[in-house]
């Protein structure tokens, strides 16, 4: 069973501090993703990476930095945290192998409050 | 640039009632489509996926989906509904810029005696 697990599981901020958000699998894959769900908007991806050292922009990168040290880590960092930030965070990672057919699998979500 | 659409935002059904979400999509070409759920307090799980063929996909759980290119849509279905289904239920098109998926906004199914 693939497994990703993501920490903190929760985190309450203050607006213009430094968060980081850490993700770990174990599956050996090459694709790893961050995601932000919101009431209302579903999931938007945020940036995603297909191999160490390399981070690409999704559909909302502004705000958010990525950092992907190793193939097992993955972190999303915001420099200053504001209100609109408020989320709940997804990573996920999928095998870069199978190509688009790759199941991503989910770790169980972070849940940040910007105050 | 792809979408995905979820008309309804809750459904309510009775346990071993049938079910049906809607999903519509947007995409230019060939879609890849998925169906994703997420158990209360959980991360999402991947019920089944459409590529080019079969328009049925059966996926796990005793759920499936019909893929429809003319109405451009891919809705779920189950035949019999249990309590273990309340969950919120997400359609996706893989992203073709980034390496990714397009979400709906997902459907709330809650379960009822």
């Known amino acids: 069973e693939a497994a990703v697990t993501q920490s903190p599981r929760s985190k309450v901020a203050v607006t213009g501090g430094k968060v980081t958000l850490s993700c770990h699998q174990t599956n050996n894959h090459d694709y790893m993703y961050w995601y932000r769900q919101d009431t209302g908007h579903g999931l938007r991806l945020i940036h995603y990476?297909?191999?160490?050292?390399?981070?690409e922009k999704g559909d909302i990168p502004d705000g958010y930095k990525a950092s992907r040290p190793s193939q097992e880590n993955f972190s999303l960092i915001l420099e200053l945290a504001s209100l609109s930030q408020t989320a709940v965070y997804f990573c996920?990672?999928?095998?870069?192998?199978?190509?688009?057919?790759?199941?991503?699998?989910f770790g169980p979500g972070t849940r940040l409050t910007v105050l | 640039a792809q979408s995905v659409t979820q008309p309804d935002a809750r459904v309510t059904v009775s346990e071993g009632a049938s079910l049906q979400l809607r999903c519509k999509y947007s995409?230019?070409?060939?879609?890849?489509l998925f169906w994703y759920v997420q158990y209360p307090r959980q991360g999402l799980q991947l019920l089944l996926k459409y590529y080019p063929g079969d328009p049925v996909v059966q996926g796990v759980n005793g759920f499936e989906a019909e893929f429809s290119k003319s109405n451009s849509s891919f809705h779920l279905r189950k035949a019999s509904v249990h309590w273990s289904d309340w969950a919120v239920y997400f359609c996706?098109?893989?992203?073709?810029?980034?390496?990714?998926?397009?979400f709906g906004l997902g459907t709330r199914v809650s379960v009822f005696p």
């Open positions: 996920a990672s999928r095998t870069g192998t199978g190509g688009i057919y790759a199941e991503q699998f």
């Open positions: 996706a098109v893989w992203h073709n810029y980034a390496q990714g998926l397009t």
């Open positions: 995409y230019f070409g060939t879609p890849y």
């Open positions: 990476s297909y191999v160490a050292d390399s981070t």
